[in-house]
């Protein structure tokens, strides 16, 4: 029983690391992580035993091998250079305060194992609220502690806040009506028998999110009846096809569930015609979900919140703290325009949960949950609105600011503007360049495509390369660039969060994919023989 | 910026509170958390601010403010009295653990943002497997790090764990036939067209977990559909009620999607009749889910895991290692008897979860997710299969003597004898059990439903008040106790999963309830002169 009474010693081994880590998290990670990268088979042969082992570790000897097998070979999310992943560098308070939330172990699903952590969660929605729809005093008096009523949901994350928001969607279409019951009491097949529908489907653009995907499975809507509506040259949605779609549809008795309005797209992060598709949906009289998974947290600069405009038209909005408001990993929320929403999803126990009582756990898809809720709470106080509009500012000026190097390059090409702190571009050749330029200006898509393809393989080659290197790491997605006669093509993608990432670190990404880019030998020789 | 670069002071406000916390967590918990309760409309009034703050906080303002507010006020889980929670106290080595993993800030969600952490969690699974199903090295050789297979999924608790196996099940059932493209990609309607069943139904007991009516509602099976079956009067289900009711809805052309067997109840700690149901599940050609979320962890124990035999005959079983393997709030996982069952919710995107990849997240239901299973690994390692076994042993022990010290009491009576390490009881009075006695051999149900409704009364007030006096806390709920003419009945619960609960505490605890009874001014009066 000692594990449960000792306290921790600072000269452990455990001990030391932490000591290290805490009083240089960035230089820890830098000594501590490998920068080569290893082959994946090669790190998974020190995790092959299957068997709990039988006697006990002691703890300083179990920290040194994780040292060594783990930590070593875990990724940098933090370095300013790994501009490839929506993580970033984290301020250095949320360390010790996640430490306390571990030792507090809360439960928020319910008072009893939470008691304050459930007003303090019940805030922290208030606030994002607030920051979303700006309802005014009252609003907030009334509804950010009542018992039946809920302003948002705490979850792990966007895919679960996607599929709570679809979820309230299809409940509150299809709810109880006379005697149908409703479809969370009697299920999807009685539910559209008694409203005489054929189908359901969920518009959204071709920039979705693949959690829909999972959110139309999981509800038995079926992911066929996620209609994928194209794009605009500048990955907007075409809210002129959404409408001939939803049309389409209702002319097929399939009725249009919900629309969702992407702010912030995963691989290119531009924001939809917001208030465009909260008309469509109110003349379509269904739900406005606005997936602001990873673009929602600009709405906390002054300057750039008007780029989402519209979204408090939205009656449901997903939004990840653990991505640009600096929080670690596991800290998402959907927040509800109106407060009865949520009912529509209410599910009650013996136990736990009993009707009448606060229990945050009565409204969620989870069950119990940690009070993650505490460190985003942490980062509204720490940071402010001010620290924000300075981090989200700065995020975006620097993506503004990479968009244009890498347009003056003749042998790079930007394949998105940045709208919030995002972008795509890839490698290309100046003289290759210049024949994709005739072949595009001539429409011969053959040519085009036959460029791509060579293009596609010598992208996948640098991005692979640069990663293992490990020096710097940019991610890469296939996406239709502008001006490329429709044609998918590989993209790097670049997410400009970290507030550490300098612009000589930028340089320094070009140069090396351009030095990676020489030593190709499959394509590039290719491509320059064309 | 500095935030992001800062080293945490230890002679800063918050670095003193992470050494008060460090050097001896329970005695930090024990002065930090106020034992008198206050009442939750008091709380909230720390908690009212609807505005995110325009000017940052100093972190040592803001950590002070937190110790009065949000930490005095909450709950001390794993104080060694506080035995009506699944929590426990926590070994100590988890902390600095967190500390890490926060730090390192990966995403499990694929490789790119998580490396080793991706073989580490999948080692993971491979050896709560084997600890469920013990299949031999080649099968773990072949299938635990394997890119289109998964031994399980981690999740962030048991609540997704039942859903994830439920979803898994309905898409089996309902899988691509032919033209007919399943469930997944068509919806539920079509599928039930398809396939020629008028409905979907999974059976359970009526001490089932409240997640399953939650996963009913999300996969559109609709809460009616699941059909509760009684119990025994030991808690366990009733196997032959159960094949009566299967046959009864097949006769309906209702398919049974799953029988899900609870292996230790929520509320009273029992194993259904786990072999029994995998029979009945083998004879129906369904799913069989095994609920273990709490009482898995028995299975560490080579003592009593003959308790839930024929756990290894389910096709998926949960466990949340944050209940009784005493790792923190937030590692819940489901296991897979078959390595190939995850591609019945297999997904794609382009820029992550590419076909061949050995992303995680493909086959779960949560996106980004944090690193937890390093602190399962951490606690699979450190305590070993000899320190769980010791641990569980001793809760089930302990367990078994406060349920005979219960029993030897003239003025308790205990409600449902633990089989694991959960129990539940009642405060009675020595002269209303007897009159209570008198009235069930008398089968006189009016009057046992006169005692009982005054004993509910009373054993609300004892729970309430001893929460709020905060030495010392058990939950309540209300089940149907044994010899109680099947009448529902409200009952003290108790979960003994804490090593450092000693048998004077319980004592302790049954002296307090006793001494609280007598201030009862409602129903102890009636009861006396009844």
């Given amino acids: 029983m000692r594990i449960f009474t000792l306290p921790e010693a600072p000269n452990s081994t455990l001990g030391k690391i932490e000591k290290n880590l805490s009083e240089n998290l960035m230089g820890f990670l830098k000594e501590n992580i490998v920068a080569v990268e290893k082959p994946l088979s090669e790190i998974e042969k020190d995790f092959q035993a299957y068997q709990i082992p039988a006697a006990p570790s002691f703890v300083s000897d179990y920290a ?312 985003v709470h942490a980062c509204l106080q720490v940071i402010g609105r001010d620290g924000y509009e300075i981090l989200i500012n700065n995020s975006l000026e620097k993506a503004r600011y990479f968009g244009e190097l890498i347009a003056a390059q003749d042998d790079f090409q930007l394949a998105s503007r940045p709208e919030l702190c995002l972008l795509t571009y890839r490698y290309v050749p100046a003289k290759v360049q210049s024949q994709l330029n005739e072949a595009i200006a001539a429409n011969d898509a053959a040519r085009v495509s036959e460029i791509n393809t060579l293009l596609d393989g010598l992208t996948k080659f640098i991005q692979k390369r640069q990663r293992e290197q490990g020096k710097s790491f940019v991610s890469r997605t296939r996406i239709i660039p502008a001006n490329n006669l429709e044609q998918t093509s590989v993209v790097f993608r670049v997410v400009l969060a970290n507030p550490l990432t300098s612009k000589e670190i930028l340089q320094q990404v070009l140069d090396e994919q351009r030095e990676i880019a020489k030593l190709d030998t499959r394509f590039l020789p290719k491509l320059l023989a064309l």
């Fill in 64 to 375: 040194e091998q994780m040292m060594q097998t783990l930590i070593a070979h875990s990724v940098h999310t933090s370095a300013p250079s790994f501009i490839g992943h929506m993580t970033s560098a984290l301020p250095y308070f949320v360390l010790p305060l996640s430490k306390m939330m571990v030792g507090l172990n809360q439960n928020l699903v319910k008072i009893e194992t939470s008691k304050a952590f459930t007003p303090l969660e019940r805030q922290v929605l208030g606030m994002m609220h607030h920051m979303v729809y700006g309802q005014n005093e009252p609003f907030y008096e009334s509804w950010m502690h009542s018992a039946s009523h809920s302003l948002g949901a705490f979850c792990s994350g966007g895919t679960v806040a996607n599929i709570t928001a679809l979820w309230i969607a299809r409940n509150r279409l299809l709810k109880p009506d006379g005697d149908f019951k409703g479809v969370a009491q009697s299920g999807l097949m009685r539910a559209l028998r008694h409203y005489g529908y054929d189908d359901l489907a969920i518009l959204v653009s071709t920039r979705g999110h693949y959690s829909l995907g999972k959110a139309a499975d999981l509800l038995g809507i079926g992911r066929d009846n996620i209609v994928s509506v194209p794009c605009a040259a500048d990955n907007k949605v075409d809210v002129a096809k959404m409408r001939e779609a939803a049309e389409r549809l209702e002319a097929q008795n399939i009725k249009v569930m919900a629309i969702v309005g992407v702010a912030g797209t995963t691989e290119t992060g531009n924001i939809d015609p917001l208030k465009e598709l909260a008309d469509l949906a109110e003349q379509l009289g269904c739900h406005f979900h606005v997936d602001a998974a990873w673009g929602g947290a600009s709405l906390l600069s002054n300057k750039y919140r008007h780029l989402l405009a519209g979204i408090e038209r939205a009656d449901s909005v997903t939004i990840d703290a653990h991505k640009q408001m600096y929080v670690p990993m596991g800290a998402g929320m959907v927040l509800f325009k109106d407060p009865e929403f949520a009912n529509a999803i209410k599910h009650h126990a013996e136990y736990i949960l009993r009707k009448g009582s606060k229990d945050l756990g009565s409204q969620t898809l989870e069950g119990s949950r940690p009070g993650m809720a505490m460190l």
